[in-house]
């Protein structure tokens, strides 16, 4: 079963300040990935979708894909402090449907 | 478009009562999701619907849980006899595409989910 991890636990970065987030996982064939953003007590909003190898950006989003190392990297650009929140990573499974795992989040704190 | 509804928002169970919440997906969606979301195991892939057909609910625990996706419109989990580990938020999702694609068509819409609290 695919295993996804997270990296770090928690993040605080300061208003403007680049904010990197790692995900790690376990299935090399896996080529569905998303980026989430979880609000306190709010739903997923979807942030980024990346397909294959290679950089996808989306606004101050971007996804970072090393399949290769089985690296899934998120870069904020300029994060501000609305950006605080739990970000989590999926990862698919091709089992001939979408079911996505995720791993435990980044709570990300953006200081002004 | 209101996305995922799910409703309660909140729940307060007592031990060994039963819990049911619902969920409407975004219409035109035709596979809908059900996870659970914990601080310890984050969130966990509980059971998956396609066009209302169950397809796969090997993240429910055996005994107690049920799914059922009686139409298009709405879905519900029920927990019978709550234990306070079931305590987390349940958190409903809906994709406009059921298979493998290998595309944007099949990402998860998520609603805010419900938070069960078995005191």
């Known amino acids: 079963q695919q295993k996804v991890q997270q990296s770090p636990e928690s993040l605080t970065v300061s208003e403007g300040a680049m904010a990197s987030l790692n995900c790690t996982f376990s299935?090399?064939?896996?080529?569905?990935f998303r980026w989430y953003r979880q609000h306190s007590g709010k739903g997923l909003e979807v942030l980024v979708s990346?397909?294959?190898?290679g950089e996808k950006e989306e606004g101050s989003f971007t996804a970072h894909l090393n399949r290769a190392s089985l690296h899934v990297f998120l870069h904020i650009r300029e994060p501000q402090p609305s950006d605080s929140a739990l970000y989590l990573c999926?990862?698919?499974?091709?089992?001939?449907?979408?079911?996505?795992?995720f791993g435990k989040g980044t709570s990300l704190t953006v200081i002004p | 478009n209101a996305g995922v509804i799910q409703t309660p928002r909140h729940k307060v169970t007592g031990k060994g009562q039963e819990a049911t919440l619902w969920c409407e997906p975004i219409?035109?969606?035709?596979?809908v999701f059900w996870y659970r979301q914990t601080i310890v195991q984050g969130l966990e892939f509980l059971t998956y619907?396609?066009?209302?057909?169950?397809?796969?609910d090997s993240g429910m625990p055996k005994e107690r849980f049920s799914a059922q996706m009686p139409n298009q419109s709405h879905s519900t989990l029920k927990i019978q006899s709550t234990q306070p580990q079931d305590s987390a938020v349940y958190l409903c999702?809906?994709?406009?595409?059921?298979?493998?694609?290998?595309?944007?068509?099949?990402?998860?819409?998520f609603g805010e989910g419900s938070r069960l609290i078995v005191v």
């Open positions: 619907f396609r066009n209302q057909a169950p397809i796969d």
């Open positions: 219409s035109g969606h035709s596979a």
């Open positions: 999702a809906s994709s406009l595409e059921w298979d493998y694609t290998g595309n944007a068509g099949n990402t998860l819409y």
């Open positions: 999926a990862v698919s499974s091709n089992t001939g449907y979408q079911n996505f795992y």
């Open positions: 299935d090399r064939s896996s080529d569905n």
């Open positions: 990346i397909f294959s190898d």
